[in-house]
């Protein structure tokens, strides 16, 4: 068995051997606004979900053929974590590129449910839990009670939304184009979701606006907390949306526990006190949160049966 996270993977391939030798991941990131035109950059899923159905079949051949070795004796059983608020359409999508890619079966499981797994939250209590997952593409957020999901939201905020945010601000305020792995660099070195009493700063190398030279400019951590508001400001309305909608019980429940952040985007600097502060309720970033998904549905896929009622059983 096989388990795989949808995620933000750029794959880069040769225009005239489409698919023959994809780099993926990390390698394929290493290369990215730096390829020539004989190169494609790809980046096959996006806000979750999939975007470039060819490249993201590839890149799930990838998977599984790195996960199996050489030799492939058997097809394996994959599961797949997605967000909460994809739609059927989506899903099938999904379970399609994963079967094509060489899986013998394909499960789907909502991603607050692993995230919880892998953060070790004990969701088959009769206990309310409220997981907060801020991804790449997407924030998933929802109240986990009895191993099941009793409301939620899924918004398409994501740490690929924020570098976004970075890249328009540093145009606007400085004339400056700075490129995705810039605006991402920023957002770890300098980055907080709160104003700092001391600014951090760094150096931001880009392209002029207005002269089309080279320029350097130095950017603060105000700037990034200023540039990534708006979007701040969504994942909180979405919180309080799923908050109003928690029965009474599951609210003491939360009250007294607090809410878990997972995701790579819950490290971004004082990302729980923003959500404490605006919510009046406890938050804690959980153990290695960028592999909570990941560490879920892998103990997801070892327990199946334990968990078929939130898993989507499909061929």
């Known amino acids: 068995m096989i388990w795989v996270q949808l995620v933000f993977w750029f794959i880069y391939l040769d225009e005239e051997s489409l698919f023959t030798s994809p780099a993926v991941g990390i390698e394929a990131y290493d290369m990215l606004g730096r390829t020539p035109d004989t190169i494609v950059a790809s980046r096959p899923l996006k806000e979750g979900v999939i975007a470039d159905y060819k490249a993201t079949e590839a890149m799930l051949k990838y998977f599984i053929n790195k996960a ?152 603060t951590s ?32 939360v009250m007294n526990k607090g809410m878990v952040l997972t995701g790579g985007t819950s490290q971004l600097r004082n990302m729980d006190q923003l959500f404490s502060k605006a919510i009046g309720v406890a938050a804690f970033v959980a153990d290695d949160p960028v592999l909570c998904v990941v560490k879920g549905a892998g103990i997801a896929l070892e327990n199946l049966d334990a968990y078929k009622r939130s898993i989507l059983a499909t061929r």
């Open 68 to 219: 199996l070795g050489g030799v492939h004796l058997f097809r394996p059983e994959v599961m797949v974590a997605v967000p909460g608020g994809i739609t059927s359409t989506e899903r099938r999508a999904v379970i399609d590129a994963t079967i094509a890619a060489g899986a013998k079966a394909a499960y789907i499981i909502k991603e607050p449910i692993v995230a919880a797994i892998g953060a070790d939250i004990p969701i088959g209590s009769a206990s309310g839990h409220l997981i907060i997952d801020i991804g790449g593409g997407t924030a998933e957020m929802a109240i986990l009670s009895l191993g099941g999901i009793v409301c939620s939201r899924s918004v398409r905020i994501g740490g690929n939304k924020l570098d976004k945010s970075i890249q328009e601000f540093t145009r606007r305020k400085y004339n400056l184009a700075i490129g995705e792995r810039t605006a991402e660099e920023a957002k770890i070195e300098v980055g907080s979701a709160t104003f700092l009493d001391k600014k951090l700063t760094m150096e931001v190398k880009g392209r002029d606006m207005i002269s089309g030279l080279p320029k350097t400019i130095i950017l």
């Open 222 to 253: 105000d700037d990034v907390t200023e540039a990534i508001q708006d979007d701040l400001s969504g994942l909180i309305a979405t919180l309080k949306e799923v908050l109003y909608d928690t029965p009474p019980e599951l609210s003491a429940d």
